[in-house]
């Protein structure tokens, strides 16, 4: 029989943990991290895995921050081989207008032309993973559906109005783009570029090179055909701005009053008056002079010279007031079509190539009224205004003439209608009609919705934000690109097309400055944004480092003390087993004695 030894305790729990810490000591020299798990330092390993998850995220977002740099060195390369092209484009629009150059020298230089046009239509359309590099930024639901009923019905509603009241429709020549504005506070505005052969002897006509809306002008949500029940001024506005753009595609528009581009102080040949007050006189301008107290000598006294844009409600009356004025003189002398007949008389002219001063207001009213009361061509645009001014109300007061703008009725005042023709009532629901041929809404939206008129429309992008430092997100700005839309217009087949082309090229180029500044902007806000969360990342990684990375030379130092103890428990604890004890060992030595010996 065998008896061992009562090993204490002790001995063995100090064993253990010294093969532990051996063992962690290597874990953390192997792994290079001394918080090898939860049990290690449970508040140390908590706050690191909040650090690495902060890192991870801040990680991810200078990974999409870069991504948005390539985009936009993508977009500044596009920018910049546009502007290159551009500068060939010029050069070669410069060429063009050599006089010693012949018609077969400029078809040549025309077809290079083209064939880089075609190339700016590449790259506005390059795109960058899926992602289109240029565009006109995202659009709001309020934008989205202002398109959609421009391309259903206000459009095309607008150039039948004309067409059915005028008899004008555009020439099939032109295209233009339509702009939506949802951002601005601006009223509606129609862009005009005017087109000159020759500084000293400019042709007179126009390009209208877009169509502006501002969304602030109109009720929304909106519908077309709209229901802005009252004046129903929502299809109106479009008229008007529909209008203008007929006109200047029938006319030399910007040399209306005698043929010249200067007039007093206006560069785009004066007779405002007329172009306002025949697209006011389209579809009614009666709510015009009511608004601004009726038609009186103040109203008539606002009209000035009539060769600036009215500055005010009552001038803007003023104006359409000597339309239906010269209306009515014109049907007193013959013209039962009044200005409807002097428009078309006008335009007939353009086409069959009279210049300028033959087809001005000036040469119009020395054919229809005789040049016993306009006999200078140049100045029977201001004697007709002063006409106006002196005459207009006393013949509108005197019973015996049969000059009449009735107020306060149902009629608008449209031509054609009851007070201006003795026609049907044209109320301000048919200003612009919504039913009939040409009036009423398709069912899917048109791109093309002009019969005369090619449109270009703005691209839609996606929204794109820029993340901070601080959790903020700043919009990305978009940028597009130069495309020649109107090729019909800008060429160089002619002097005349090259001129208006070098003239445009300029406005381009400046464009294109600005969209490169824009890029430029974008990157520069960019590469801030990097270099913040860098820095961010760089003092992350300096704080979980200290709270997990291992330290080699005091954790070297520790292995090698806890090795140590780990061996001495282990070979105190294995000298102690050996120690075993038999009864005989134990009681060798031990004699008994017997009574009495």
């Given at each position: 029989?065998?008896?061992?030894?009562?090993i204490?305790?002790?001995?063995?729990?100090?064993?253990?943990?010294?093969?532990?810490?051996?063992?962690d000591?290597?874990?953390?020299?192997?792994?290079?991290?001394?918080?090898?798990?939860?049990?290690?330092?449970?508040?140390?390993?908590?706050?690191?895995?909040?650090?690495?998850?902060?890192?991870?995220?801040?990680?991810l977002?200078?990974?999409?921050?870069?991504?948005?740099?390539?985009?936009?060195?993508?977009?500044?390369?596009?920018?910049?081989?546009?502007?290159?092209?551009l500068?060939?484009?010029?050069?070669?629009?410069?060429?063009?207008?050599?006089?010693?150059?012949?018609?077969?020298?400029?078809?040549?230089?025309?077809?290079?032309?083209?064939?880089?046009?075609?190339?700016?239509?590449?790259?506005?359309?390059?795109?960058?993973?899926?992602l289109?590099?240029?565009?006109?930024?995202?659009?709001?639901?309020?934008?989205?559906?202002?398109?959609?009923?421009?391309?259903?019905?206000?459009?095309?509603?607008?150039?039948?109005?004309?067409?059915?009241?005028?008899?004008?429709?555009?020439?099939?020549r032109?295209?233009?783009?339509?702009?939506?504005?949802?951002?601005?506070?601006?009223?509606?505005?129609?862009?005009?570029?005017?087109?000159?052969?020759?500084?000293?002897?400019?042709d007179?006509?126009?390009?209208?090179?877009?169509?502006?809306?501002e969304?602030?002008?109109?009720?929304?949500?909106?519908?077309?055909?709209?229901?802005?029940?009252?004046?129903?001024?929502?299809?109106?506005?479009?008229?008007?701005?529909?209008?203008?753009?007929?006109?200047?595609?029938n006319?030399?528009?910007?040399?209306?009053?005698?043929?010249?581009?200067?007039?007093?102080?206006?560069?785009s040949?004066?007779?405002?008056?007329f172009?306002?007050?025949?697209?006011?006189?389209?579809?009614?301008?009666?709510f015009?002079?009511?608004?601004?107290?009726?038609?009186?000598?103040?109203?008539?006294?606002?009209?000035?010279?009539?060769?600036?844009?009215?500055?005010?409600?009552?001038?803007?009356?003023?104006y359409?007031?000597?339309?239906?004025?010269?209306?009515?003189?014109?049907?007193?002398?013959?013209?039962?079509?009044?200005?409807?007949?002097?428009?078309?008389?006008?335009?007939?002219?353009?086409?069959?190539?009279?210049?300028?001063?033959?087809?001005?207001?000036?040469?119009?009213?020395?054919?229809?009224?005789?040049?016993?009361?306009?006999?200078?061509?140049?100045?029977?645009?201001?004697?007709?205004?002063?006409?106006?001014i002196?005459?207009?109300?006393?013949?509108?007061?005197?019973?015996?003439?049969?000059?009449?703008?009735?107020?306060?009725?149902?009629?608008?005042?449209?031509?054609?209608?009851?007070?201006?023709?003795?026609?049907?009532?044209?109320?301000?629901?048919?200003?612009?009609?919504?039913?009939?041929?040409?009036?009423?809404?398709?069912?899917?939206?048109?791109?093309?919705?002009?019969?005369?008129?090619?449109?270009?429309w703005?691209?839609?992008?996606?929204?794109?934000?820029?993340?901070?430092?601080?959790?903020?997100?700043?919009?990305?700005?978009?940028?597009n690109?130069?495309?020649?839309?109107?090729?019909?217009?800008?060429?160089?087949?002619?002097?005349?097309?090259?001129?208006?082309?070098?003239?445009?090229?300029?406005?381009?180029?400046?464009?294109?400055?600005?969209?490169?500044?824009?890029?430029?902007?974008?990157?520069?806000?960019?590469?801030?944004?990097?270099e913040?969360?860098?820095?961010?990342?760089?003092?992350?990684?300096?704080?979980?480092?200290?709270?997990?990375?291992?330290?080699?030379?005091?954790?070297?130092?520790?292995?090698?003390?806890?090795?140590?103890?780990?061996?001495?428990?282990?070979?105190?604890l294995?000298k102690?087993?050996?120690?075993?004890?038999?009864?005989?060992?134990?009681?060798?030595?031990?004699?008994?004695?017997?009574?009495?010996?």
């Open positions: 029989m065998e008896i061992n030894k009562h204490p305790l002790s001995l063995s729990l100090n064993t253990h943990k010294a093969s532990k810490d051996w063992t000591s290597q874990s953390k020299l192997v792994s290079g991290k001394k918080l090898v798990n939860s049990a290690s330092d449970s508040g140390a390993f908590g706050q690191s895995l909040a650090l690495e998850s902060e890192i991870s995220r801040k990680t977002t200078a990974n999409n921050l870069q991504n948005l740099i390539s985009f936009s060195q993508s977009q500044y390369d596009g920018l910049q081989q546009a502007g290159t092209i500068l060939r484009m010029n050069e070669l629009a410069r060429l063009s207008l050599d006089i010693t150059k012949t018609d077969a020298d400029r078809s040549n230089y025309d077809y290079e032309f083209q064939e880089l046009a075609n190339q700016l239509d590449t790259i506005n359309g390059m795109s960058f993973n899926g289109d590099l240029f565009s006109d930024g995202p659009f709001s639901d309020e934008k989205k559906q202002f398109i959609q009923i421009l391309q259903t019905q206000w459009l095309k509603a607008a150039e039948k109005v004309i067409e059915d009241r005028l008899g004008l429709t555009g020439t099939g032109d295209t233009f783009k339509i702009n939506v504005n949802d951002t601005g506070n601006e009223m509606y505005s129609i862009s005009l570029t005017w087109n000159y052969s020759d500084p000293d002897s400019p007179k006509s126009a390009d209208v090179a877009s169509l502006n809306y969304i602030y002008n109109y009720n929304l949500p909106i519908s077309g055909p709209p229901e802005d029940p009252g004046l129903y001024l929502t299809d109106r506005i479009n008229a008007v701005m529909m209008t203008y753009a007929v006109l200047a595609d006319l030399h528009f910007n040399a209306l009053a005698n043929g010249e581009v200067k007039k007093g102080a206006s560069n040949g004066g007779a405002e008056w172009k306002s007050g025949i697209a006011d006189f389209v579809h009614g301008g009666d015009l002079l009511e608004y601004t107290g009726g038609f009186n000598q103040s109203t008539i006294d606002s009209f000035g010279t009539g060769d600036d844009q009215a500055g005010s409600w009552q001038q803007r009356a003023s359409y007031a000597a339309i239906r004025f010269l209306h009515h003189e014109l049907q007193n002398v013959g013209t039962s079509e009044g200005v409807k007949a002097m428009l078309n008389w006008m335009s007939e002219g353009v086409k069959e190539g009279l210049s300028s001063e033959e087809t001005s207001i000036g040469s119009a009213l020395k054919h229809f009224f005789g040049a016993s009361l306009y006999a200078n061509v140049k100045s029977a645009n201001d004697e007709f205004v002063q006409h106006y002196n005459n207009a109300l006393n013949e509108h007061n005197d019973p015996s003439n049969s000059f009449q703008i009735i107020l306060y009725d149902a009629d608008t005042g449209a031509i054609g209608g009851a007070n201006a023709d003795g026609g049907s009532v044209v109320t301000h629901k048919e200003a612009v009609p919504d039913s009939g041929d040409g009036y009423e809404p398709t069912i899917n939206p048109s791109t093309e919705p002009l019969d005369r008129f090619g449109l270009k703005e691209k839609e992008g996606i929204p794109m934000t820029i993340p901070n430092e601080g959790g903020e997100e700043l919009v990305f700005k978009f940028t690109s130069i495309t020649v839309d109107d090729k019909k217009s800008y060429n160089l087949k002619n002097t005349s097309s090259s001129q208006l082309t070098v003239n445009l090229l300029e406005n381009w180029m400046n464009s294109l400055n600005e969209q490169k500044a824009i890029v430029s902007a974008n990157l520069q806000t960019l590469n801030v944004s990097v913040k969360l860098q820095n961010s990342l760089a003092n992350f990684s300096t704080a979980i480092s200290r709270i997990s990375d291992t330290d080699y030379a005091s954790e070297t130092t520790e292995l090698v003390k806890n090795q140590l103890k780990a061996e001495s428990s282990i070979s105190i294995s102690a087993n050996e120690n075993k004890f038999s009864i005989g060992q134990l009681l060798e030595g031990v004699k008994i004695s017997k009574k009495g010996s």
